[in-house]
């Protein structure tokens, strides 16, 4: 069959074989060396001609399914669809500041969309100015906006967007603009949208939590005041009103300052990396046991907080990325709230 010309394995590359073939496939699609109603091989014939498992090439198969790029038709096989996303498609990625976590969105995303499209990331690092000057600049350039809205006001505080800016997303045609992270921007019309929702998320993930946090005396919150990439303040009502619902007492402190005064029986939870790294620090100098007289629990998820044990509440920043991709790629509309977790290890 003429497909295994352009279907390519790389042996030695670190990607991983079924997201080979997905990129094999789109690319090929994009380039119309595979037409639509193209039948491809089966599962089983995939795998043993190109010495894969069955289990490789299923997962790419889903994919590719869940993409809308084949589709498997009853008695007959696999099929390359009348998927709508043929050509390159261009996309300014506006993201408010450079952090593990909004490039694990960004290239989960990537991952997702494979090379059906030229991506173009700009970092804003959370400036009116900047913003909009990126805007003006690529202006009617891209046939999508995906803007994630996070700008601080002169007093270094949060907000999800000015007047200046609501009036310039507003003039982007909503069938190409998605808002990513933040839904606290007013659309005059149905665009896409993929959001946490700050308040709820913290309140909702820390009930799931509440056996154990409830063996500490006091709970601190430590939310940076000033912060060059200032954080929403629905985190700090979320915070406050799981505590005073559960009559916890509880602290709001602006950072972890040096030589803290801990308490056996103090519970933080740290937004801000560089409080983190100090008050471990702090614990490990004071010969507390992190988890029984002291305990952490921090804001999103890294691989590196998986690996030291840390309790976190996070979002599926992978989730975010892959869906607001496959929504592009079907052509949908409308909003999703990425799934917030609380996930227990040792610190808590």
């Excluded at 000015?162 to 507003?170: E, F, G, L, P, R």
């Excluded at 990396?273 to 507390?288: A, G, P, R, T, Y």
């Amino acid at each position: 069959m003429e497909i295994y010309k352009y279907i390519k394995i790389d042996d030695h590359t670190r990607i991983p074989k079924y997201q080979q073939i997905v990129n094999s496939i789109i690319h090929n699609i994009s380039i119309e060396n595979f037409k639509i109603d193209l039948k491809i091989p089966s599962i089983n014939t995939l795998s043993e001609d190109l010495y894969l498992s069955r289990d490789t090439v299923e997962k790419a198969y889903n994919i590719l399914k869940d993409l809308n790029i084949i589709i498997a038709v009853s008695g007959e096989g696999y099929y390359i669809a009348k998927n709508k996303l043929r050509n390159k498609i261009n996309i300014l990625f506006l993201v408010n500041k450079l952090s593990w976590y909004k490039m694990e969105v960004y290239q989960s995303f990537r991952d997702t969309l494979g090379t059906n499209a030229f991506v173009d990331l700009k970092i804003y690092h959370c400036e009116e100015s900047l913003f909009l000057n990126l805007l003006n600049k690529h202006n009617e350039a891209y046939n999508y906006y995906i803007i994630m809205p996070h700008f601080k006001t002169k007093a270094l505080k949060h907000t999800s967007t000015t007047d200046a800016i609501s009036k310039a997303i507003n003039k982007i045609p909503k069938e190409k603009l998605v808002i990513l992270d933040n839904k606290e921007v007013s659309i005059e019309g149905n665009a896409i949208t993929v959001y946490e929702d700050y308040e709820k998320d913290i309140y909702n993930a820390l009930k799931k939590g509440l056996k154990k946090i409830s063996k500490y005396k006091k709970i601190i919150l430590i939310y940076p005041n000033k912060s060059p990439y200032p954080y929403p303040k629905r985190i700090k009502k979320g915070f406050t009103k799981f505590c005073s619902e559960n009559n916890l007492d509880f602290e709001i402190l602006g950072e972890i300052y040096n030589d803290m005064v801990l308490l056996k029986g103090d519970l933080f939870i740290t937004i801000d990396e560089d409080d983190l790294i100090n008050l471990m620090n702090q614990v490990n100098e004071k010969e507390f046991i992190l988890g029984e007289n002291i305990g952490i629990i921090s804001y999103n998820d890294t691989p590196l907080k998986a690996l030291l044990g840390i309790t976190v509440i996070s979002t599926d920043f992978r989730k975010m990325g892959e869906v607001t991709s496959r929504m592009i790629i079907n052509e949908e509309k409308g909003m999703y709230k990425v799934p917030f977790s609380f996930i227990d290890r040792e610190s808590l």
